[in-house]
């Protein structure tokens, strides 16, 4: 088959592409993973989908022989150092994530250099090189469990994310250092007056991603008791995933990437989901299409490696952020 009929096949319908990636994902022992922000029918054909923390997991217990991961770089490179021995594709090389090209091992070396005895935290959204660098692993869904694991007298280096960085201190009470990174599209949402749509509104709740550049004025006015608490949640993808299910409110405020409306929509069709930015999608995470994932089935590519030296220090901080404790987030099948 060449790449023009995985284009004939796409153009052919869901259930026609779908019914070969399976079977092809089959043939292969392939598991398919897609992260929440996929688009629609990649969230559908896959077998598992749900927030960074949640995919990890699967990684890390599956029995699959392959992983196919429907998701960026980072995440791909997390899954293979939970699996070693296992064949971890991503579908398209140039799915990469501006917050984890924030910070490199170098730099964080010299930031290490200027606070010896600091304990490195660093969000999954980072290079496994910078992982070698890092003492313990965190994601949006564990990382204020992750901070709260470390001696009350240790200094912290937090990284790359400036905004779950606040957040988690906020959560915490407990000071950190920061690195001054962020992710293009949480930094970007615009997020209008929304003191005056939840007032306009008494029903509808918001949910905001940690990395959002809105969070800390968010945080703010509900400290102000602006906005009300009973119906603000600053959550990871998979909490926004499970909160819907759980919450008594109809109709959410969604401030993250527009992908996981999807799942949102899915899981909870009888309530309603509203981005609060139209525009907040993430060029990386669509760089993976139904296309690129039937080629990935099919020719198995592309293959992740990590060198060896590398990845026994990355792991090292990857797994004992597993050990930390369940996830927050939302997996579905
Ligand atoms: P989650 O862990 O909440 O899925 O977030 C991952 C991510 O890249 C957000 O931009
Ligand atoms: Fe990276 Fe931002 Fe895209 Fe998430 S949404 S993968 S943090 S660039």
């Known amino acids: 088959m060449s790449a023009a009929d995985a284009g004939a096949l796409v153009a052919a319908g869901y259930d026609t ?6 079977r092809l994902a089959g043939e292969r022992g392939a598991l398919i993973l897609a992260h929440n922000y996929q688009v629609p029918w990649i969230q559908d054909v896959a077998h598992q989908v749900g927030d ?46 501006s917050l984890a090209d924030s910070i490199t091992a170098d730099q964080l070396r010299a930031w290490k250099a200027e606070h010896p005895g600091a304990v490195v935290v660093a969000y999954v959204n980072t290079s496994a090189e910078v992982k070698a660098e890092s003492d313990i692993c965190c994601t949006s869904s ?20 400036m ?21 293009h599209v949480h930094a970007g949402i615009q997020p209008g007056d929304l003191r005056a749509r939840m007032e306009a509104e008494p029903g509808v709740e918001l ?23 009973d119906r603000t949640k600053v959550l990871s993808t998979g909490g926004m995933v499970a909160e819907a299910g759980s919450s008594p409110n109809t109709r959410f405020l969604v401030a993250t990437e527009t992908g996981i409306l999807h799942q949102l929509r899915k899981a909870q069709p009888s309530k309603t989901f509203e981005p609060i930015d139209r525009a907040a999608e993430c060029r990386y995470m669509k760089a993976i299409t139904p296309e690129s994932l039937l080629v990935a089935v099919r020719d198995g590519v592309h293959e992740i490696t990590i060198p060896d030296d590398v990845a026994v220090r990355a792991r ?15 997996l579905r099948g």
């Open 316 to 330: 090292r901080a990857v797994e004992r952020m597993i050990q930390i404790g369940p996830s927050a987030g939302a």
């Open 163 to 183: 905004f779950l960085g606040a957040h988690v201190e906020r959560q915490t009470g407990r000071s950190m250092q920061i690195w001054m990174g962020e992710c």
């Open 207 to 229: 949910m905001v991603h940690p990395e959002c550049g809105c969070t800390t004025n968010v945080i703010y006015l509900l400290g102000e008791g602006e906005l009300p608490a």
């Open 17 to 22: 592409w779908a019914a070969e990636v399976r």
């Open 52 to 97: 960074s923390l949640a995919l990890s997991r699967v990684a890390a217990d599956t029995d699959a022989r392959v992983i196919v991961f429907c998701g960026v770089h980072f995440m791909a490179e997390t899954a293979k150092l939970l699996s070693p021995d296992k064949t971890v594709l991503l579908p398209d090389l140039r799915a990469g994530c």
């Open 142 to 161: 564990n990382a204020v469990d992750v901070v709260r694991s470390i001696p009350a007298d240790t200094e912290i280096l937090f990284l790359p994310d």
